[in-house]
């Protein structure tokens, strides 16, 4: 007697090993609108900070967004002050985050039993050479040209720049010829003044001779509270 045989059953699988594959399937694909989350469960937040320390990004990337960003602020705005306020306050939230990324990168003070982090700058002179060096060396792989003390007001500094990098890929038509994209930087630079308890405002201005047609001057001027006490922390030797 023949017997015929069909296609052999697909293996069984108990009902938890069905869930569990259910569940890596899920987690491979991700939430429906929402982070996608990869099968080791680690995310951006999980990476060393100190792993892109020495990375630098394309400078035709970064021409390509930052026009992408100048574009959109300049939606709907009322004149130049108000486009360059709008990429100022682009700026802004930018400066609070690399503060902190920067002190956290800074090699950390020690004693002799312990190993502190390296603080926030206290003062007004060590905040502003933290600004011209450490930060501007991590924007733009060099430090800023000049730093220098207003001669008529003592709550205004200038850091200088010949050439900033943000103004290299614009095109500024001739009606615009005061805009100064460098407002931007300018954001980031009073974000770090604000997040060091420095609030200040800072303006981008073209100041641009034969030798260098692009500087830039950065004026921060600091509020009266902050040389206040300038004054009472020196009177007081700290």
């Not at 929402?34 to 990004?57: F, H, M, Q, V």
């Not at 981008?204 to 509020?223: C, D, Q, S, Y």
Request: net charge positive; with cysteine.
């Amino acid at each position: 007697m023949s017997s015929t045989t069909g296609p052999k059953p697909p293996p069984s699988t108990t009902l938890p090993q069905q869930q569990q594959q259910q569940q890596q399937q899920i987690t491979q694909r991700g939430p429906t609108g929402g982070l996608r989350t990869p099968s080791n469960r680690k995310t951006i937040y999980d990476r060393n900070l100190n792993r892109s320390r020495t990375a630098e990004l394309s400078r035709a990337s970064f021409a390509y967004l930052f026009g992408e960003m100048v574009s959109y602020a300049q939606k709907r705005v009322t004149g130049i002050q108000d486009l360059e306020r709008r990429l100022n306050e682009q700026g802004h939230p930018l400066g609070l985050r690399l503060l902190d990324l920067l002190l956290y990168r800074l090699p950390p003070t020690t004693t002799t039993t312990t190993v502190h982090p390296t603080p926030r700058p206290l003062h007004i002179l060590p905040l502003l050479q933290f600004i011209s060096q450490t930060l501007w060396r991590h924007l733009f792989s060099r430090p800023a040209d000049t730093l220098e003390k207003s001669s008529t007001n003592e709550a205004e500094y200038m850091v200088s720049d010949n050439e900033p990098l943000v103004n290299t890929y614009i095109s500024v038509p001739k009606e615009m010829n005061q805009l100064n994209c460098a407002a931007f930087v300018a954001g980031v630079v009073e974000g770090v003044c604000d997040g060091c308890g420095f609030p200040a405002r800072v303006s981008a201005h073209n100041v641009g001779g034969e030798m260098w047609p692009g500087k830039t001057v950065f004026l921060i001027r600091f509020e009266d509270g902050v040389v206040e006490r300038e004054g009472v922390l020196e009177r007081a030797g700290r």
